[in-house]
């Protein structure tokens, strides 16, 4: 494993658990909007953290914290995920695991071995638009797959997208619905334009007007 950060405590990035977030190096997406450009360009990549010192971190923190958070870059990328994922189970924490879905052979094998207790997934856009907001030539039949092996894992999972005006339009929103099916947790939080992105020249564009953003946010929700 890469490992490009650790956050120590967090009450809000494990629903309802007291957590620490582990950030993997490393993304197959070029998503315009990312935040973390730092875990996403390898000319960025700061030296990783030693996987020791963290399990070492994890160790000392048993019986204090409840989850374990994995996040990226793209933690799927990694060939030793399944392992690293098991090591921190067998310590006795709870797992969730975000991923952009591009891996679904790596998302069923850990599904299928019940590594992870809770999965969180970037919808990036409707299926027509999907290229455009992950940056690449995004395989829209993986990204389909996932969300099939998420939604029949048998754990608690949720969809999410960042939505960014001139990426995400209220058309996209309907696909994306379509896409994600009923009855799945789903999320849309508003880019927040003022902050570090991949794509710096996003900070020019005119965000939402109120209006424009209640119809994006309004498709959010247990749809
Ligand atoms: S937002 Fe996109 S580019 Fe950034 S880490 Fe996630 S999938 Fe990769």
Redesign the pocket.
Known sequence: MLLGGLLKFTLIDYPGRVAAVIFTQG?????P?????E??VPDLFHTPLSVEEVFSFLQKRRGQLQGIVV????PTIHADLPEFLGKIKAMGYLVKL?T?G?RPDVVRAIADARLVDYWAM?I?SSLENYCNA??VAADISLVKASVEVIRNAGVEYEFRT?AVKGIISETDMKGIRALIGAGSKYHVRRGNLKSKM?DAHLADRPDYSDEEWHKIQSCGGTL
């Open positions: 993304c197959n997406y070029r998503c909007f990312c935040h973390n450009p875990l996403v996040t990226g870059g793209e975000d952009n591009s970037d990036k992950a940056g960042t991949l």
